[in-house]
């Protein structure tokens, strides 16, 4: 079967199970990208608000969080929060990979965002998404991890890199000053 889901009381043991063995369990919550069935639950969250499927093959789709929206970043919040409840990781992995930027480049919430944060551009404005979702996690005693993506506009503060595409994410990241993992 594809698409099922774990309860809050199966993920506690899979974490319990784990934990004996000595294994951290590192959840994986996508954003920016990758998260179109959650934009199909939550259209107002997209950039465009309209009527979103959830796909049903691999891929990269344009649908994306809107990142002028400020719901956005509370409902990320609110996701994270029960995220962290489930998983004691020190670690949080957002995924941050695959991004396309048309629709914050048609959106005009995400274009008014660039402009009153004096960002260079999509890329800057996918850099401050992420850094607010890091805020939110360094305030809760946790680290982000994100693929190597993350670093496209300038990486957040003591974010961890998971570079995917070969040795020049990491390497970029440790001229940055950060921890990196290569896959």
């Not at 004691?88 to 402009?115: L, M, N, T």
Request: charged fraction near 25%; glycine fraction near 8%; hydrophobic fraction near 35%.
């Amino acid at each position: 079967l594809y698409g099922c889901y774990y309860t809050k009381k199966e993920i506690k043991e899979i974490v319990a199970y784990g934990l004996s063995k000595h294994v951290n369990i590192v959840p994986e919550i996508e954003m920016p990208g990758h998260c179109q069935s959650a934009l199909a639950a939550y259209p107002h969250l997209s950039c465009n608000g309209g009527n979103i499927k959830v796909e049903t093959e691999w891929g990269v789709f344009k649908e994306i969080y809107c990142a002028g929206n400020p719901d956005t970043y509370q409902f990320l919040e609110d996701v994270l929060t029960e995220v962290l409840e489930l998983f004691p990781s020190k670690y949080i992995h957002i995924g941050g990979d695959e991004v396309p930027k048309f629709r914050w480049e048609h959106c005009e919430k995400c274009q008014a965002k660039i402009s009153n944060q004096n960002l260079k551009n999509e890329e800057g404005l996918q850099s401050h998404f992420l850094s607010k979702i890091n805020d939110f996690l360094k305030k809760n005693d946790r680290v982000m991890i994100g693929w190597d993506e993350i670093a496209e506009g300038g990486l957040p503060l003591q974010s961890i890199v998971q570079s995917w595409r070969g040795f020049e994410g990491a390497e970029h990241a440790i001229k940055e000053g950060h921890a990196t993992i290569v896959s």
